[in-house]
């Protein structure tokens, strides 16, 4: 399967412990995209990497939030000290250049804190 | 900033034609996608228009007036597979390559 893969696909974590999601994009698409989702809404924007660069972050993505992609490839979401209303879908996309119009969604890692 | 309107739900028999509307402001338009995601699924890319005007795949078609800020999704001869979110999504605010999606409308498709 060459879509995108995000790992784990849940995650139940106790408050104030931090969290790191992986997310492997289509091999030949530069861009990756982090959206969080939560129930009744519709994706949110957070954070797109072109290659290995991080272009965009949401001003609305706390400090607590943090995203690599080392080597252009693979990115890995990290979130420290998780607060209950980080609970949510999250969600990663990656698109060849210029792929603002069609992005290609992975199934997401669903986080729940306690 | 960019905001997008579409209806919450809409509902309808199989076999019929629906269409969920979507109106936007935006900062700078670039274009209007259509999205659809089932249950528990991922978002899948449906459609999109840049200029005014339909644009047709299989069943489903988009279009945008972008005088009214406003698109619409026309699916056609619903199946019961149709039932799912579906939301339309503006570029930006992070420029050209990033998304702003609206709440999305849930269609339901009864027999």
């Known amino acids: 399967d060459t879509g995108v893969s995000q790992n784990p696909r849940h995650k139940i974590t106790k408050r104030g412990q931090n969290v790191t999601f992986r997310c492997d994009p289509i091999?030949?698409?530069?861009?990756l995209y982090w959206y969080r989702q939560t129930l009744g809404q519709g994706p949110e924007f957070l954070t797109y990497f072109q290659n290995e660069a991080q272009l965009e972050k949401s001003r609305l993505l706390s400090d607590r939030f943090s995203a690599e992609r080392p080597k252009g490839s693979f990115s890995t979401l990290e979130i420290q000290r998780t607060e209950q209303g980080d609970s949510a879908m999250y969600l990663c996309a990656s698109s060849p250049l210029g792929g603002g119009r069609e992005q290609y969604f992975g199934p997401g890692t669903r986080l729940t804190v306690t | 900033g960019q905001s997008l309107e579409q209806p919450s739900e809409v509902t309808a028999v199989e076999g019929a034609i629906v269409q969920i509307n979507c109106t936007y402001q935006t900062s700078g338009f670039y274009g209007l996608s259509w999205y659809q995601q089932h249950d528990g699924g991922a978002p899948t890319f449906l459609s999109y228009?840049?200029?005014?005007g339909l644009e047709e795949t299989g069943r489903f078609s988009s279009f945008l007036s972008r005088s009214d800020s406003y698109g619409y999704l026309l699916l056609q001869e619903l199946q019961m597979k149709d039932s799912a979110s579906y939301f339309c999504?503006?570029?930006?605010?992070?420029?050209?390559?990033?998304?702003?999606f609206g709440k999305g409308t849930m269609l339901l498709v009864s027999p």
């Open positions: 091999s030949e698409h530069n861009r």
């Open positions: 999504a503006v570029r930006g605010p992070g420029g050209y390559s990033t998304l702003t």
């Open positions: 228009n840049a200029l005014d």
